[in-house]
């Protein structure tokens, strides 16, 4: 199960460092620190006994430890990729890059078309007013069944 | 003003128009997306897809609404380098994932052919707006928490501009990655797409929600399209231009 996280980690690195290429030397890329510091037990929520949908944010639930970590410089095939990640009240708060490639005419061609650096961040609820709502919606069973898909996939 | 929902094509559709004394538009547009549900419902034995689904027939045998929607598919299949396929894993064609979008923008013109400015029209989270509501303001629209269906997770101000939200929806993966039949995509939960019209929002959520956590890249890559991905532990992460739709 402690396995697990290493999807969840990789989804918050990738989207920053954005390329195919380190998708590939993903376990490289995040290191061992990092793995450590957020690799920890992920459960399954249970199904609430009135089967309304309100699941616990799995991202709220795990308690990372609080910090700064960073991952190693990574050989991204045109260059080097490095970011960061801070912990703050146990969850991701943000995910810097360090170093990517930017110094060769080249590199930053391939940046402008394959490497947009795209924001993350932590879904949160919003208390605003609004007039209409756009969304997809997880049942507790479909979110348990993306649970197990993501834990096979994990090798759990 | 004139506001109601309905159930049609299996999902709640709400139609508001802000002008008054236009019930009538309201129940034509209604009457509409009946027209649309009986010719393109794959789960209609006697619909003109599932006639098409069962046994190839001549395109000059095909109504003009089909021949269009089938048009759209193809070049949506090209586009997005075969994410959208409007055939299912079992040979059966389901052009559900163009004909929401393509109805509610067919919808939102006869609307505004009837002289309106100011109205939206919403099918199962495919959302077309223009103009202002009936208090002057620009209207608002929250993107559902994938995981919390009485929660919102973002506010959207889209300005004439369509939002189409892809998922993991109540009834179950209903989306299928092309390359990897029989496998459920279970990395992203929510996918919200802004287009510039409601049309291209829908179809570029259902291909780039095939896509995986690669789909939000792909979103970025394409001009007048913008995107925030929730992924299944709540990590959400926005196209470059996404932030200009968004208020408080």
């Known amino acids: 199960m402690k396995r697990f996280a290493r999807p969840i980690a990789l989804v918050g690195c990738a989207t920053v460092a954005l390329c195919a290429t380190i998708d590939s030397s993903a376990e490289a890329f995040a290191g061992p620190l990092f793995w450590t510091a957020i690799g920890h037990h992920n459960e399954a929520p249970a199904l609430p006994a009135d089967g309304t949908p309100a699941v616990e944010l799995a991202a709220n639930a795990r308690r990372y430890t609080n910090g700064s970590f960073t991952g190693p410089a990574v050989d991204a095939y045109y260059g080097l990729v490095q970011v960061?990640?801070?912990?703050?009240?146990?969850?991701?708060?943000?995910?810097?890059?360090?170093?990517?490639?930017?110094?060769?005419?080249?590199?930053?061609?391939?940046?402008?078309?394959?490497?947009p650096i795209l924001e993350s961040e932590v879904i949160s609820a919003q208390s605003a007013r609004v007039d209409i709502v756009s969304g997809a919606t997880l049942t507790s069973h479909a979110y348990l069944r993306s649970i197990n898909a993501a834990l096979h996939q994990a090798g759990g | 003003m004139a506001r109601d929902t309905r159930i049609l094509m299996g999902m709640p559709i709400t139609i508001e128009i802000v002008e008054d004394g236009l019930r009538d538009l309201v129940d034509d547009v209604f009457?509409?997306?009946?027209?649309?549900?009986?010719?393109f419902s794959p789960f209609k034995p006697d619909s003109e897809v599932s006639a098409l689904?069962?046994?190839?027939?001549?395109?000059?045998?095909?109504?003009?609404?089909?021949?269009?929607?089938?048009?759209?598919?193809?070049r949506t299949k090209r586009?997005?380098?075969?994410?959208?396929?409007?055939?299912?894993?079992?040979?059966r064609l389901d052009p559900s994932g163009i004909v929401k979008g393509w109805a509610?923008?067919?919808?939102?013109?006869?609307?505004?052919?009837?002289?309106?400015?100011?109205?939206?029209?919403?099918?199962?989270?495919?959302?077309?707006?223009?103009?202002?509501?009936a208090?002057?303001?620009?209207?608002?629209?929250?993107?559902?928490?994938?995981?919390?269906?009485r929660e919102i997770i973002k506010v959207l101000v889209p300005r004439g501009c369509?939002?189409?939200?892809?998922?993991?929806?109540?009834?179950?993966?209903?989306?299928?990655?092309?390359?990897?039949p029989g496998q459920p995509i279970d990395d992203i939960v929510s996918l919200t797409v802004i287009g510039p019209d409601v049309l291209e929002a829908d179809r570029f959520a259902t291909a780039a929600f095939a896509m995986g956590k690669a789909g939000i890249r792909f979103l970025e890559e394409l001009p007048g399209l913008e995107g925030y991905v929730v992924d299944l532990n709540g990590i959400a992460t926005q196209t470059?231009?996404?932030?200009?739709?968004v208020t408080s």
């Open chain 1, 84 to 115: 960061q990640v801070t912990i703050q009240g146990g969850r991701l708060a943000s995910v810097e890059v360090l170093q990517y490639p930017s110094d060769r005419r080249t590199s930053r061609v391939i940046n402008s078309q394959a490497l």
């Open chain 2, 31 to 39: 009457a509409y997306f009946a027209t649309v549900d009986r010719r």
């Open chain 2, 53 to 74: 689904s069962r046994s190839p027939l001549p395109l000059s045998d095909l109504s003009a609404d089909l021949r269009e929607v089938l048009a759209i598919a193809s």
């Open chain 2, 79 to 91: 586009e997005t380098l075969g994410y959208f396929d409007i055939r299912r894993p079992d040979g």
């Open chain 2, 104 to 133: 509610v923008r067919n919808a939102a013109r006869r609307i505004e052919a009837a002289g309106c400015q100011h109205f939206f029209v919403d099918a199962g989270g495919d959302i077309q707006s223009l103009g202002k509501t």
């Open chain 2, 135 to 149: 208090k002057g303001e620009d209207w608002r629209i929250g993107i559902r928490n994938p995981f919390n269906d």
């Open chain 2, 162 to 180: 369509g939002i189409a939200t892809s998922g993991t929806y109540v009834r179950g993966q209903h989306i299928y990655d092309p390359y990897r």
């Open chain 2, 240 to 245: 470059s231009g996404f932030r200009a739709f």
